[in-house]
C-alpha cells in the first residue's frame, strides 16, 4: 500500500494565513517542507481521506488524478477537513471524461448534512453513505472500519482503519483514544503495518480529553498499542497535522519525532509499507 500526504497542516495553515508569529515568519524565509497546506492524504490512487478547499492545490501541485478517485472517506464537518462546494463541479460542463464515473462518499451524519446543504441540489455524480463506529464496510479493495474520534462532539466524527494488502490506522483529527475504542481494539487486536497519529499541539500540553494530540499523547497511544501487539518495530509510524503554535519548523519536528520512533509527515511525502 501506499500512502500520500497532501496537506499536513491544521486549520490555519502553516505559516498561517494572517500570522506574522516567529514560527510562521521561519516557515515563509525557510519555504520546502515548512509549508503546510490543509489536511487531505490519498492510499494509492483511489481512496482519498478527506476534503478540503486546499484540494485543487493538491490537484495542482501534486499531480494528483482526482477523477480516478474511486472512494472519499471523511473524518468530520470542520472546513479544514471537507469542502463540500467543490464536489459541485464533478460534471456537467465543468468535468469531462471521468475515469471513476461515481465518487462514493462515506462518513458521519455531520458530513451528509453538509453535502446536501445547498437547497434544491445534489452535487453531480456523488453518491453518499452513513457510516457506523464499529462497523466493518466494503469500498472498492479496501475494508474501512470506523472509529469516534474525540473531536467535534455531536457531529460523528471518525478516525478509521483501511485495511487492503496491509493494514493502517489514520487517527485524525482526534484526541487519546476513547474507552470504547480501546475495548474494541482490545477485542479484535489488529496488526498496524502504518499508524499516521495527530500532533496538533506538538509539545503544547493538552489532556486526553481534549479534541488532539501532541508528543506526550502520542507516546501514551503508542506504547499501548504496542502493549497490544497491534504496533512493533515493523510498524512505520508517522506524526501528522500540526499547528503554527506548536512550532512545526520541519528539522524541530524531526528531531522531536525521533524520541518516540516516528517519522514527520510533510506536503507531498509518500510512504510506502
Not at 126 to 132: C, L, P
Not at 172 to 195: K, Q
Not at 201 to 217: A, C, K, L, R, T
Request: proline letters at 6%.
Amino acid at each position: 500500500m501506499k500512502l500520500t500526504y497532501l496537506g499536513t497542516a491544521a486549520a490555519e495553515g502553516y505559516p498561517a494565513l494572517f500570522c506574522r508569529c516567529k514560527y510562521c515568519m521561519e516557515a515563509r524565509a525557510l519555504g520546502g517542507k515548512n509549508i503546510r497546506t490543509r489536511s487531505q492524504a490519498l492510499v494509492n490512487d483511489d481512496l482519498l481521506i478527506d476534503f478540503p478547499a486546499d484540494s485543487y492545490h493538491h490537484f495542482l501541485t501534486h499531480g494528483v488524478e482526482f477523477d480516478k478517485v474511486e472512494t472519499l472517506i471523511v473524518t468530520h464537518g470542520h472546513s479544514d477537513h471537507f469542502y463540500p462546494r467543490d464536489l459541485y463541479i464533478r460534471g456537467g460542463a465543468f468535468a469531462h471524461d471521468m475515469r471513476s464515473p461515481i465518487l462514493q462518499v462515506y462518513g458521519g451524519e455531520g458530513i451528509r448534512g453538509r453535502l446536501y446543504d445547498r437547497a434544491g441540489e445534489e452535487p453531480p455524480n456523488v453518491a453518499f453513505t452513513k457510516v457506523e463506529p464499529f462497523t466493518p464496510f466494503r469500498a472498492g479493495r479496501y475494508e474501512i472500519t470506523p472509529l469516534p474520534a474525540r473531536h467535534m462532539p455531536g457531529s460523528d466524527p471518525f478516525f478509521y482503519i483501511i485495511k487492503g494488502d496491509k493494514t493502517l490506522l489514520y487517527a485524525h483529527d482526534t484526541g487519546y483514544f476513547y474507552d470504547e475504542v480501546w475495548n474494541y481494539l482490545e477485542a479484535t487486536r489488529p496488526y498496524f503495518d502504518m499508524v499516521s497519529l495527530d500532533c496538533t499541539n506538538v509539545d503544547i500540553p493538552i489532556p486526553d480529553e481534549g479534541s488532539h494530540m501532541g508528543f506526550p499523547n502520542i507516546e501514551r497511544v503508542l506504547a499501548r498499542l504496542t502493549g497490544l501487539g497491534m504496533v512493533d518495530e515493523k510498524t512505520v509510524k508517522i506524526v501528522n497535522h500540526f499547528s503554527h503554535n506548536g512550532n512545526p519548523r520541519h528539522d524541530h519536528l524531526e528531531a522531536r519525532a525521533a524520541a518516540y520512533g516516528c517519522l514527520v509527515s510533510y506536503d507531498g511525502m509518500t510512504v510506502e509499507f
